[in-house]
T-cell receptor, first 110, second 117 residues
Framework: DAKTTQPNSMESNEEEPVHLPCNHSTISGTDYIHWYRQLPSQGPEYVIHGLTSNVNNRMASLAIAEDRKSSTLILHRATLRDAAVYYCILRGFNNNDMRFGAGTRLTVKP | GAGVSQSPSNKVTEKGKDVELRCDPISGHTALYWYRQSLGQGLEFLIYFQGNSAPDKSGLPSDRFSAERTGGSVSTLTIQRTQQEDSAVYLC???????????????FGPGTRLLVL
């Protein structure tokens, strides 16, 4: 599996945008970029995924660099409920599992 | 509909005892995954089922760990002769079709917190 690199932690103020970066310099052409988050004492939950184009859904936006070697998860207005560990994961064909790294622990301050 | 459920939610056992952890996937999901998460760590893949068969058992840490799935639904992860290092949260996930490629979303259960004394 291609590896991803994320900052260990980030802080944000409530109601401000948050940009969570992920580097994946060894990504292959068929790898999808997935983001999951894990709230305290819960299992991970899906946030968003994409291949090449930027993606938007009700939870977040995903901005993918043109060379696909990095991506950014964007939370447009952070709330206290967004405090979680955010994982950036690459999934390719023939991958039946997701290799989770340590993720980024997001703290949201009121 | 109902999500992935796991039982028990918490389990305390003594070193050397066997434990069974159960996962009920989302109805109709053919793929099922087990992960382990030690305190403050990311998720470690254990095993994957497609239907009742397990094409990938590469993540099982030792022969004390085994898993089965019956009827294409419920799965049981068994740890024999538990050790203190087995203490972790065991997470189960399911997805609709394990072979549909890299766009597939996995849906996770709340996990079972296992403590081996």
């Amino acid at each position: 599996d291609a590896k991803t690199t994320q900052p260990n932690s980030m802080e944000s103020n409530e109601e401000e945008p948050v940009h969570l970066p992920c580097n994946h310099s060894t990504i292959s052409g068929t790898d999808y970029i997935h983001w999951y988050r894990q709230l305290p004492s819960q299992g991970p939950e899906y946030v968003i995924h994409g291949l090449t184009s930027n993606v938007n859904n009700r939870m977040a936006s995903l901005a993918i660099a043109e060379d696909r070697k990095s991506s950014t998860l964007i939370l447009h207005r952070a709330t206290l409920r967004d405090a979680a560990v955010y994982y950036c994961i690459l999934r390719g064909f023939n991958n039946n599992d997701m290799r989770f790294g340590a993720g980024t622990r997001l703290t949201v301050k009121p | 509909g109902a999500g992935v459920s796991q039982s028990p939610s918490n389990k305390v056992t003594e070193k050397g005892k066997d434990v069974e952890l159960r996962c009920d996937p989302i109805s109709g999901h053919t793929a099922l995954y087990w992960y382990r998460q030690s305190l403050g760590q990311g998720l470690e893949f254990l095993i994957y089922f497609q239907g009742n068969s397990a094409p990938d058992k590469s993540g099982l840490p030792s022969d004390r760990f085994s898993a089965e799935r019956t009827g294409g639904s419920v799965s049981t992860l068994t740890i024999q002769r538990t050790q203190q290092e087995d203490s972790a949260v065991y997470l189960c996930a399911s997805s609709q079709e394990g072979t549909s490629g890299p766009q597939e979303t996995q849906y996770f259960g709340p996990g079972t917190r296992l403590l081996v004394l």
